[in-house]
């Protein structure tokens, strides 16, 4: 499972040792809609439940504000309609 940009802990956890780690934390994901860990489970359950004669090599994940590993479109949920 390769995920894109996704709300976890891990920015809390990057910026514990800063003045104001939770706000920090939570500006990570300022005008985006990143994928959390309930998309993320939900591609592991069906990656574990295809049948025997099926492998999946891998699943690319990007939440819709990301375009790529450096793209990401930080325009808010409307993804910049008006």
């Given at each position: 499972?390769?995920?894109?940009?996704?709300?976890?802990?891990?920015?809390?956890?990057?910026?514990?040792?800063?003045?104001?780690?939770?706000?920090?934390?939570?500006?990570?994901?300022d005008n985006?809609?990143?994928?959390?860990?309930?998309?993320?489970?939900?591609?592991?359950?069906?990656?574990?439940?295809?049948?025997?004669?099926?492998?999946i090599q891998?699943?690319?994940?990007?939440?819709?504000?990301?375009?790529?590993?450096?793209?990401?479109?930080?325009?808010?949920?409307?993804?910049?309609?008006?």
């Amino acid at each position: 499972i390769s995920p894109g940009f996704a709300e976890t802990e891990f920015s809390l956890v990057r910026f514990e040792a800063s003045d104001n780690a939770a706000a920090k934390a939570k500006s990570v994901y300022d005008n985006l809609v990143p994928m959390v860990a309930d998309d993320i489970a939900d591609q592991i359950i069906y990656a574990a439940t295809r049948p025997a004669h099926v492998q999946i090599q891998d699943i690319i994940a990007w939440p819709t504000n990301q375009a790529g590993p450096t793209n990401i479109a930080r325009v808010g949920p409307s993804l910049g309609a008006p």
